[in-house]
């Protein structure tokens, strides 16, 4: 050879062997390793290609030729230099090349896989012999598929860290621009179409090339022959596995490739299936899932439940356990606190792997328990949910290869295992989950006592996992022994401070009364008891006999053993007869059981029966036979013994919850009335009687103002009465409720209107079929003993529009059952006089609701009302006057009226003048009654022949007759007396309605002519045509003033029409000759006056009500008798009476004081005629505050005691009535006497009174802050009045409850302080505070308190004491604080008050140590909800800025400050040194302080003055005095108000020229200012 030749050989043969043998290949941690050289001959990128700068046609051209030197080496040629170069290349300039190429070069790398798992196939089923170099062939294999891993594992990535098309992307342009710029046009929206339909098409691709890359790269390690390509190369399989798994774990960086489920299911698999291959080393493995499975739960959403499902595929590895172990460790309070996606991540993995893996979390769970103690209540929410899971996973069929032990459950519970070996294996296969009694005790013990864990939502987790356990009927999760404890639990639980914790618990409750074990019904604690005490007796029999049958069978064989053969045929006669006996004598005691016992023995044999343990006969060889059989019996009356204790136990249990369940349906949290209202519908329907009071509260809960409330309480009225049910089954139903209500005398007038709303909510929520119901109800209204139930459900569908359409098509059927001679009117005067009151009360309620009336049934209207009113008209000729009659007169009435604005010609003439039907009647009453003559004409004198009035006119008693007396009967004067004063009532009200129709009338006349003006000026300009600008400028100005003169003629001619009527109902009903009322007022005065008359306590009654009547009609007869009501109602100690003083006893005492109900009814009376005339009765209401402060209870006098407190609620129902419908202004005499009331005795008394005050504080005008500062000062006052043991103490810690804004704490500091520096020189007697003004309606009192100066210190010490207390029940912030600071230190107010009062410097004092206590903050978790205080105490008032950071720096030097002048004045000495002489008494310290703050130049600007109290702009302007100032606080003594002048100190020392000297200084300091 030439040397030339020689020269190129050797590169040659190099070059030939290298292409002969396949460079080695290591994964490298990161692909940028690669790039490097590395020292061996291993596979590098060497070369890499431009593919940056190559175009489409160069990339498509190099991967034709890469697929086709892949499809000629069946994909080994990926371990090629140039092929690896290339697609490292390509993978390197991933986001950069073009998105068409992405799928071929997945597509090309699946392929390749695919080929090689097919090639190791093929290897493997070659024979040694006839394979040529197999090594060499596996191993170059192996490294082409470490390189197909390397490339799928780096597309993995790319494709998950590949941001996806925005399918809503370019849609909010145009955004803001108009209608047309947010809808676009029909182009643009169908660009946006195609650009959304483009992205989905975009993401599912995407989907698909994951799925597929993922799969085959799992394939790579467990798919075909690849196992056992790997086993023979440790090394290889580490890196390939790790590959795998890290192409699995890249599924967590999208959590949109998460809801994929192809994607997901793939990446599990590829992290699953390397730990489950078998014959490799997988420790290094199982340390890195680990790791990353608890980095992957630091990320976003998703991770907890990847990993629970990570867990699931490799439940048969040890990773489950070893993931558990290390997430302990995680579990520290530093890294949990400032990680609160962890938290929650770590609660959402734990529930989920307690869901899939319960055996794992079991065999686990003393390793997880401990967490119930770290200070993360997410993670111990966790914990508790999980043991839930583990209880009601109770035989849930285990994953595929997973198993649990029933021998290691028998070995948790101290027994032994088997000895056969068979049931040992038999119970290792078994593959459903099971848990040791021993163990599921000790889980339900720290389950519950989880319910009183410091976080609300731990406790609420606890209730909802016991809600769960309770409503599982596949299993018996929740053991039936525990029953009972988790009812007492939820019981207690109902009382928690978290209104969330409450809900769950009545959920708990209400749940464990529908799943309960314990039969069929639950009847209460009466009838359970007594059985279940019999039952109990029947089993303690049984007990004895069986073990007296035992001992007898020992001592027969003892005998036997003696003497065998002499006694055997004796020993069977005696046997025979002693079965003889006991069959006689088993019979004598069947015999003298009742059935009630003999019903308790059968019960207790069936379930003998039932559980196989009935003793067999057997004969004297069977004794082993009767032992087993005895035992039996034991075992089955003791599970029927626990049976029944634990029932007993839960029926007493519901029983003691209707108490905390009327409660909740009283709460002010509207969740807490609903889930009750449901708790109580299921102990209704279940029978329990615990529930029918709280079921009557429910039906009351349909007038609640809150939507959701309301539609509760109509729910619970559809499920108890109307679900399921037919028409006429619903018909029975309401019937049987009114019924039963009626019957038993339990329901008053609420329950009847409650039930009424309901049944009409039901019918316009449709819940009802009304047409449907009606015929049903007419039919009950034909049957006697239904008819007044049907008339009232009838009522209540007529408020319906389908209601009263069915009403009025059955209106001839009515007219036929309640006509004149119907068969459904009745045969007993009360009957027929309830029945016609109940039909009146229909027609009523139809004819409102009813828009348009057609002849025909305004016809049948007229026909039933003109029966009505002569029903009640031959009643009272016929002297048949029951209490039904008075009921049936005023419905008759007012069907009457509202009859008479019909109409319509069906309507007579008479008909639409009622006011003189009735009148005709009446006279035609009176002069049946004093036989005089019939007509309107009838002459006075004959009514004045019986009745006689002096010339004085109210001020003395009227007279009778003692000889007419005898000759009148009472019910009929008492039914003249009624008529008469409901009469002026009703013609008051239909002179009211005559102006309103006629006003409407007025106006619809004027709209009418402006309308036709209006018209006719438009005509005119189109005749005229269009004239000039100025010209008809004019004309527009001509036209105005003929409009307002036309508009003033209008209200003129209104007022003009107010004053007709005014003085028609003034003076022409009661004031004129003419009018028969006129001369009906002698009668009520004798009826409540007379001696004689009034022993008749209903005609006393009546003549009351009908003179209050007269004086709301009147202002006039108000005036002039207001004073005898008053005279007769609140008699006054030590005044003479209306009557005259000979007389006063025998007047005012007696029958009208002892008469409860007309006390009563006056005293609703006189709140109708405070409204009716405030400025009337006004001076007047200090007599009516004054039944509010109730005697003190006289011991052995109970019937006194409950009088007093009747008449005390009816006077408190009255003014909080008036108060809260803004009627009358809330005065504070009112409001202490109320404050009193909320610590009555008197349950409802109370119940009113804490009512009133939280309805006041939601009041936008803050009425309790405005008269606060007066009601505390006052409060001692009324002490021995209220009579209550409570304290003042008590009471104001009550209301200031209601003090809660940071503005209005700093605002009552300033006034108490005020107050507490008058009242301080008021103790010693010579500085007295200042009277404050009266209020109107406490004129008459002024003289009596301004005479009481004795006892002026002793009660200035009391005031102190109040507003002492009330400075530190109040929650102060930091601003609230300083402002204190500022009262005590800075400017000394409270020097005098504190230096001689310890209660203020204690109370002080309070204030600084409470302020100083670390207020209750958070639990420390991020972006989670908050944690609760500790379980069952109150939670803490305060506002954001201290939170738990404790108050800020000037706020703790300020409290330094208070702490040290308040110790210092409490020593005698002051802050800079100066003694303070504590014997010198208050007074000359009042003195000195005063010539301290002239020496110090004055008031300092800014402070508030030291005689008036600012208010706070809170009211709504116009109400307070004009002249404020501009400062805020200022002006009082300019233009001061009402409110002002009550805010006032209640007792001050008057000083000459003072307020003239303090407004001068407020006004200087405004003008300063």
């Known amino acids: 050879r030439s040397a030339r030749g020689s020269r190129c050989s050797l590169p040659l043969k190099e070059l030939l062997r290298k292409s002969a043998v396949m460079p080695e290949f290591t994964l490298p941690f990161k692909p940028e390793e690669l790039l490097a050289r590395p020292a061996d001959d291993r596979l590098w990128a060497s070369d890499l290609p431009p593919v940056d700068d190559w175009t489409t046609e160069q990339m498509n051209a190099a991967l034709d030729k890469l697929i086709g030197r892949l499809l000629s080496s069946q994909g080994k040629d990926l371990a090629n230099e140039k092929s690896f170069s290339l697609l490292f290349a390509i993978f390197q300039a991933w986001p950069r090349l073009e998105e068409s190429t992405h799928p071929r070069v997945v597509d090309l790398l699946a392929d390749a896989a695919r080929r090689l798992v097919a090639e190791a196939s093929k290897l493997r089923k070659l024979k040694p012999s006839k394979a040529e170099n197999p090594d060499k062939q596996s191993k170059e294999l192996r490294t082409a598929s470490k390189v197909a891993a390397f490339f799928l594992r780096w597309a993995a990535e790319r494709l998950f860290r590949q941001q996806s098309a925005d399918p809503t992307a370019g849609r909010g342009r145009g955004r803001g621009r108009g209608a047309a710029a947010k809808s676009g046009n029909a182009v643009q929206q169908a660009e946006q179409a195609a650009a959304a339909e483009e992205a989905k098409e975009s993401q599912k691709a995407m989907e698909r090339q994951r799925s597929v890359v993922l799969t085959e790269l799992s394939a790579l390690m467990n798919k075909g022959a690849m196992p056992w390509l790997w086993i023979s190369d440790a090394a290889s399989w580490q890196q390939t596995a790790q590959a795998v798994s890290d192409g699995g774990f890249y599924a967590l960086d999208s959590a949109e490739a998460l809801k994929h489920r192809e994607t997901k299911q793939a990446s599990l698999r590829c992290i699953a299936e390397p730990l489950l291959q078998e014959g490799q080393q997988h420790s290094n493995l199982l340390v890195a899932t680990v790791s990353k499975l608890i980095h992957g739960l630091r990320g976003g959403e998703g991770g907890a439940i990847f990993a629970a499902d990570c867990l699931l595929h490799a439940h048969a590895t040890p990773l489950p356990r070893l993931f558990l172990i290390e997430l302990t460790q995680h579990c520290?309070?530093?890294?949990?606190?400032?990680?609160?996606?962890?938290?929650?991540?770590?609660?959402?993995?734990?529930?989920?792997?307690?869901?899939?893996?319960?055996?794992?979390?079991?065999?686990?769970?003393?390793?997880?328990?401990?967490?119930?103690?770290?200070?993360c209540y997410p993670l111990r929410q966790a914990i508790v949910e999980s043991i839930g899971q583990l209880l009601s996973s109770e035989g849930r069929k285990l994953p595929s290869g997973a198993h649990c032990s029933r021998s290691l459950a028998q070995a948790e519970n101290g027994e032994e295992a088997e000895e056969n070996p068979v049931e040992q294996v038999a119970a290792v296969s078994d593959d459903t989950f099971t848990i040791a009694d021993a163990?599921?005790?000790?889980?339900?013990?720290?389950?519950?006592?989880?319910?009183?864990?410091k976080s609300v939502w731990v406790r609420y987790r606890v209730l909802q996992t016991l809600t769960s356990l309770a409503s599982n009927t596949r299993t018996a999760a929740l053991p039936k022994e525990q029953w009972p404890r988790v009812l007492e639990i939820a019981i207690r639980r109902m009382q928690d401070s978290a209104s969330m914790s409450r809900k769950a618990s009545m959920q708990l409750m209400r749940t464990l009364v529908e799943f309960h074990p314990y039969g069929p019904a639950l009847k209460g604690s009466g009838d359970e008891r007594v059985k279940a005490e019999k039952l109990m007796k029947e089993i303690g029999d049984r007990f004895e006999k069986l073990k007296a049958e035992e001992i007898a069978e020992l001592e027969g064989q003892a005998e036997q053993k003696d003497a065998k053969a002499d006694e055997e045929n004796e020993g069977a006669e005696e046997a025979e007869e002693g079965a003889e006996t006991q069959q006689q004598n088993k019979r004598r005691r069947i015999g003298k059981k009742t059935l009630t016992d003999l019903s308790i023995v059968q019960e207790v044999d069936r379930d003998l029966d039932a559980s196989g343990a009935v003793e067999a006969e057997v004969d004297e060889e069977g004794a082993s036979a009767r032992h087993e059989a005895r035992e039996k019996q034991r075992e089955a009356l003791k599970r029927m013994q626990d049976c029944y204790a634990h029932r007993l136990h839960f029926v007493e249990l519901l029983d003691s919850a209707g108490s905390r369940l009327r409660s909740l349906l009283a709460s002010r949290t509207s969740t807490d009335v609903t889930e009750a209202i449901s708790v109580v519908v299921e102990l209704r329907l279940r029978g329990v009687p615990a529930a029918a009071c709280a079921f009557q509260q429910v039906l009351g809960l349909v007038w609640s103002r809150h939507g959701p409330i309301k539609d509760a309480a109509v729910d619970a009225f559809y499920r108890m009465y109307l679900e399921g049910r037919d028409d006429a089954s619903a018909a029975a139903a309401i019937l049987e409720l009114y019924g039963e209500g009626c019957s038993n005398g339990n329901?008053?007038?609420?329950?009847?209107?409650?039930?009424?709303?309901?049944?009409?909510?039901?019918?316009?929520?449709?819940?009802v079929s009304p047409r449907a119901i009606v015929p049903e109800l007419l039919s009950g209204v034909a049957n006697?003993?239904?008819?007044?139930?049907?008339?009232?459900?009838?009522?209540?569908l007529a408020a319906s529009s389908e209601g009263s359409a069915g009403l009025v098509a059955a209106m001839p059927k009515l007219v036929e059952l309640m006509g004149s001679g119907g068969p459904a009117v009745g045969a007993a005067p009360e009957d027929r006089l309830e029945r016609t009151r109940l039909l009146c009360q229909l027609l009523m309620r139809l004819q409102n609701n009813c828009k348009s009336l057609s002849e025909e049934t305004c016809a049948n209207l007229v026909g039933l009302s003109q029966h009505a009113t002569l029903t009640v008209v031959e009643h009272f000729v016929r002297c048949e006057i029951p209490a039904q009659w008075f009921g049936a007169a005023q419905a008759a009435m007012d069907f009457s009226f509202e009859l008479a604005s019909v109409g319509l010609a069906a309507v007579d003439s008479s008909h639409r003048s009622p006011d003189k039907v009735w009148e005709r009647i009446l006279n035609s009453m009176l002069c049946s009654l004093l036989g005089g003559k019939s007509g309107s004409s009838a002459p006075a004198s004959d009514s004045q022949a019986l009745v006689a009035l002096p010339a004085g006119g109210a001020s003395e008693p009227a007279q009778l007759q003692g000889a007419a007396v005898q000759q009148l009967c009472a019910p009929q004067l008492g039914c003249v007396a009624f008529v008469a004063g409901h009469l002026s009532l009703k013609m008051l009200i239909f002179l009211e309605g005559m102006q309103s129709a006629l006003k409407k009338h007025r106006l619809a006349e004027e709209e009418k002519k402006m309308a036709e003006q209006r018209e006719k000026k438009k005509e005119d300009k189109k005749k005229v045509g269009k004239s000039k600008k100025g010209k008809g400028t004019g004309d527009d100005e001509d036209e105005a003033p003929e409009d307002s003169n036309a508009s003033?003629?209008?209200?003129?001619?209104?007022?003009?029409?107010?004053?007709?009527?005014a003085e028609i109902a003034e003076t022409g009903l009661l004031y004129s000759s003419s009018r028969l009322l006129d001369r009906v007022k002698p009668l009520l005065f004798a009826c409540l006056l007379d001696k004689k008359l009034r022993q008749n306590a209903v005609l006393r009654r009546l003549g009351a009500i009908g003179l209050c009547k007269f004086m709301a009609v009147s202002k006039r007869f108000c005036q002039e008798n207001l004073k005898l009501l008053f005279s007769v109602l609140f008699p006054k100690a030590g005044q003479p009476s209306a009557f005259?003083?000979?007389?006063?006893?025998?007047?005012?005492?007696?029958?009208?004081?002892?008469?409860?109900?007309?006390?009563?009814?006056?005293?609703?009376a006189v709140g109708d005629l405070l409204f009716r005339h405030p400025n009337v009765v006004e001076p007047w209401t200090g007599r009516l505050y004054a039944t509010l402060s109730?005697?003190?209870k006289t011991e052995g006098d109970s019937v006194t005691d409950n009088a007093a407190s009747d008449l005390r609620l009816t006077s408190l129902l009255v003014l909080t009535h008036l108060v809260l419908n803004d009627m009358i202004k809330p005065r504070p005499a009112f409001l202490i006497r109320a404050l009193w009331l909320t610590a009555c005795a008197h349950e409802p008394t109370s119940k009113v009174a804490r009512i009133l005050f939280q309805e006041l504080s939601k009041r936008t005008t803050n009425v309790v802050y405005n008269l606060l500062p007066e009601i505390i000062a006052r409060l001692p006052e009324y002490e021995q009045e209220a009579g209550e043991t409570d304290g003042a103490k008590g009471r104001v810690q009550y209301i200031m409850q209601f003090v809660e804004k940071e503005k209005h704490i700093e605002g009552l500091i300033e006034k108490f302080s005020l107050r507490l520096e008058q009242c301080a020189g008021a103790a010693s007697g010579v500085a007295a505070p200042q009277q404050a003004a009266p209020t109107q309606g406490e004129h008459e009192d002024t003289a009596a308190d301004a005479a009481e100066d004795a006892g002026a210190p002793a009660e200035a010490r009391d005031t102190i004491s109040c507003l002492a207390h009330a400075l530190g029940a109040m929650n102060y912030t930091d601003r609230c604080i300083l402002r204190l600071h500022d009262v005590v230190v800075v400017r000394k107010a409270l020097k005098v008050s504190i230096a001689y009062n310890p209660v203020v410097g204690d109370c002080l004092m309070s204030i600084v140590e409470k302020a100083r206590k670390p207020r209750p903050g958070k639990e420390k978790t991020a972006d989670g909800p908050p944690a609760d205080l500790e379980a069952g105490a109150a939670p803490a008032d305060g506002n954001a800025e201290g939170g738990a950071k404790g108050s800020s720096g000037a706020a703790a030097a300020a409290l330094d400050a208070l702490e040290q002048t308040i110790t210092a004045l409490t020593k005698g000495k002051d802050t800079s040194g100066e003694q303070v002489d504590v014997h010198v008494g208050p007074a000359l310290a009042v003195r000195q302080a005063v010539g301290d703050k002239k020496r110090l130049g004055g008031k300092r600007k800014g402070a508030p003055d030291a005689n008036a109290e600012e208010d706070e702009a809170d009211e709504k302007p116009g109400r307070s005095g004009g002249g404020r100032g501009r400062g805020k606080g200022r002006g009082r003594g300019r233009g001061s108000s009402t409110a002002d002048k009550e805010n006032a100190p209640a007792k001050a020392a008057p000083v000459a020229g003072g307020a003239l000297k303090r407004r001068k200084a407020v006004a200087d300091d405004d003008d300063e200012e």
Not at 336 to 347: I, N, P, V, Y
Not at 786 to 795: E, G, I, M, V
Not at 1143 to 1163: F, H, N, P, S, Y
Request: proline residues 4%; contains cysteine.
């Open 1140 to 1164: 005259g003083a000979a007389d006063a006893e025998d007047a005012c005492g007696g029958d009208v004081l002892e008469d409860l109900t007309l006390r009563q009814a006056l005293l609703v």
């Open 1048 to 1061: 003033m003629g209008g209200v003129g001619q209104e007022e003009r029409e107010a004053e007709a009527f």
């Open 1190 to 1192: 109730g005697p003190v």
């Open 784 to 796: 006697t003993s239904s008819c007044p139930a049907a008339l009232r459900a009838l009522t209540a």
């Open 747 to 767: 329901w008053t007038h609420t329950h009847l209107a409650s039930v009424q709303e309901l049944v009409q909510e039901a019918a316009e929520k449709k819940l």
């Open 439 to 453: 163990t599921k005790k000790d889980l339900m013990e720290t389950l519950m006592a989880r319910t009183l864990d």
């Open 332 to 375: 520290n309070p530093q890294e949990l606190s400032s990680q609160g996606a962890f938290q929650r991540a770590l609660a959402s993995l734990l529930v989920a792997v307690a869901e899939r893996l319960p055996h794992v979390v079991l065999a686990n769970i003393s390793v997880l328990l401990p967490l119930l103690d770290v200070d």
